[in-house]
């Protein structure tokens, strides 16, 4: 249950070339970069509940690790994808072309994701 907990974001790095790259057009990408976002994850067994809030904005995705399931993208598409836990403290999915790594350390949730050589890292904090 190492995941349990809400998460805010702290910062953030590459967020325009990233999302550039998976397709986001320059305006949504200008209204996304500067906006704080909070994570609610529920872990339980090998299931995970994932809800992240930017302003109005909820994006909620349901996984049980190793079996595939459908997620929706940061641009609304949604996506088949096989989420699999490495040790106790990290998750790996492989999102079309995207590899997604987060990972507990302490009390950060670090989220690294992937798309040829360009990546976008999310460090939220854990704030209960």
Known sequence: ?????HYELQSQENFAPFMKAIGLSDDLIEKGKDRKSTSEIVETGDHFKITVTTGS????NEFTIGKE??????TGEKIKAVINRDGKN???????NITSVTEIIGDQLT????IGDIFYKRI?????
């Not at 989220?111 to 992937?114: G, H, R």
């Open 69 to 74: 399931t459908e997620i929706e993208s940061p």
């Open 57 to 60: 904005q909820v994006l909620v």
């Open 90 to 96: 990290k998750l790996i999915a492989k999102i079309q």
């Open 124 to 128: 939220s904090k854990r704030i209960s």
């Open 111 to 114: 989220n690294t994701m992937t």
């Open 1 to 5: 249950m190492a995941f349990n907990g």
